[in-house]
């Protein structure tokens, strides 16, 4: 039966009332009405298109595909283009499959990209490895939509061949490449960009994105939960003095100079990683407010999830036009950006109170294949009374890390942390099989006593544990591997955990127990000492290799500037 409401339509940047007729899921006919001062629709509030996240890796989330869905409905989201690379990682194709399998379960637009880089790079063991028939095989499905991103630059820089063929059997397949390239500029980003991949969501800085995004790329600004790029690339100062900086400045008239300022320049809105303490607070449509009290203009933010990633990603979404999927929400108004109802397909998914679908509890195989620890393998000897190490620095809210050295004293044989100065111990421990452990420093987490540990550690999930005390770091190892993965916080105080049996990623729970259980962590945590926002995360990317400058591998101490180990004690 047809509707009327007002519309808010991204193709023509405007606003209107018009009758509107669903039919098969597909918006049938969108006629507009002519307005008049009496004029009375029959849905109360603004129909905008369903917001689509066009990067992110849900296992970040913590939740199966199924559960992501039903937190994401009531914030507004109606498509995500998610990258199963955390789970390739674990198991390969199996893992991949599992996402698609359980995605179906759902009412809700689930895409999915190829993952180019399983494993990242070879400093790391890894549960599989994807070569190109894998990624071939992968890129014939109707669910795949892009190759994932590319993360491994040096690979495509000295022109590794099977990288290379990832990268042409994509374009063989008309799909577009997303992009991994932290700070890569000049020469070498314009070898990158040979290759056709045409997004970048890692950019941290304007100067940064502005390059890539002059040389053709599609700038993803991140608004995550460890990474939060909004501020840095909307930043309304580096905006004006941009625009500035043109040619056509001094020419053009006020009101589109006006225009111009209030244009976000980029190109999708994108979260990359989402942790459910964050998800049940909001998800896109925080990120969109976030844009606007930026200085962004409030249609131009909704463009970036909306019509312009499905776009890209051709995807019959995006906009409230005729022949396109009936994925909507009602808000109040975009100002306040109150969630009323989503609408997939043209199917209430969630009534504002209630979300109108449910799914079940899913098994997955154990692959946590770890021995138990003891304090001594967290130890780093050395003959003296005092070193000198290179260590790990991190950030609050940032991914990149730098390389410093500290001078420790040796007990007994035994390098130990510095807690006056912030130096803590780091490792990671493999967990399919091999048993590699690799020990070291890192400064910025603040924990004055205990451990923590978690089996999210970016890329290959292997167990990732921080702390003062080598006892309690074996204590947090043990408690993930007898919980089948997850996190873990210890100390002589007290102890808890969150088990994430499903590839020691995911959990079966719905996104408010796991929050619930994340938040008893953090405080945990923070009791610790530990000041970070988001401890947990930003661990888990305290192994991810492929993002400058120092990180920590099962194999060693990894300087990703120079893309070689380097020894934790300095001569």
Known sequence: MPFTAYILDVLTNSVYPARITINNGVFEEIVPIVSDDNLSVDVEGLLIPGFIDSHIHIESSMLTPAQFAKIAVRHGTTS????????????????????????RQVPFNFYFSAPSCVPATTFETAGATLNSDDIEFLLKKDEVVALGEMMNFPGVLNGDE?????????????????????????????????????????????????????????????????????????????????????????IIPTEVLERRIHSPIFDFIVSDDKNPRDLIRGYLNESVKKACELGVDVIKAIEMVTIN????????????????????????????????????????????????????????????????????????????????????????????????????????????????????????????????IANGFIQGFGLK??????????????????????????????????????????????????????????????AFDVAKKLRVLQKMASALGCKLDAPFMTMAFMSLLVLPSLKMSDKGLFDGDNFEFIDVIVD
Not at 187 to 215: G, M, P, R
């Open 162 to 250: 099977e990288v290379l063929r990832k990268l042409k059997l994509a374009r063989d397949y008309n799909l577009p490449i997303d992009g991994h390239a932290p700070l890569l500029s000049g020469k070498e980003l314009d070898k990158y960009l040979e290759q056709y991949i045409i997004t970048d969501h890692e950019c941290s800085n304007f100067k940064e994105a502005i390059e890539k995004k002059q040389k053709g790329m599609k700038i993803m600004v991140r608004d995550g939960s460890s990474a939060k790029n909004m501020e840095a690339l909307f930043d309304f100062s580096e905006r004006v003095n941009y625009w500035k900086s043109q040619d056509s400045f001094g």
């Open 449 to 510: 006593k205990g451990a923590i540990a978690s089996s999210i550690s970016h890329d290959s999930h292997n167990i990732i544990v921080i702390g003062y005390n080598s006892e309690m770091m074996a204590n947090a190892v043990n408690t993930v591997i007898d919980n089948k993965g997850g996190i873990a916080v210890v100390s002589e105080d007290f102890s808890d955990s969150l088990a994430l049996p499903i590839a020691g990623l995911m959990s079966n729970k719905d």
């Open 80 to 103: 995500v283009v998610c990258d199963p690379h955390e789970i390739a990682n674990v198991c390969g194709i199996e893992g991949i499959e599992f996402m698609i399998e359980n995605a």
């Open 309 to 436: 990633p499905a776009a890209h990603y051709n995807l019959d979404a995006g906009a409230i036009v005729t022949g396109a999927k009936a994925d909507f929400v009602i808000i109040d108004n975009i100002v306040d950006f109150n969630i009323l109802k989503t609408y997939i397909s043209g199917e209430c998914v969630f009534d504002g109170e209630n979300v109108l679908f449910d799914c079940g509890e899913v098994e997955f195989e154990n692959t946590i294949n770890a021995s138990k620890k003891q304090p001594e393998d967290f130890d780093i000897y050395y003959d003296g009374d005092q070193c000198k190490v290179n260590l790990i620095k991190c950030y609050n809210g940032e991914l990149l890390t730098k390389k410093k050295t500290a001078d420790l004293k040796c007990v007994d044989g035994k390098v130990q942390p510095d807690i006056y100065h912030d130096v803590l111990k780091i490792a990671v421990v493999e967990r399919y099989g091999g048993n590699n």
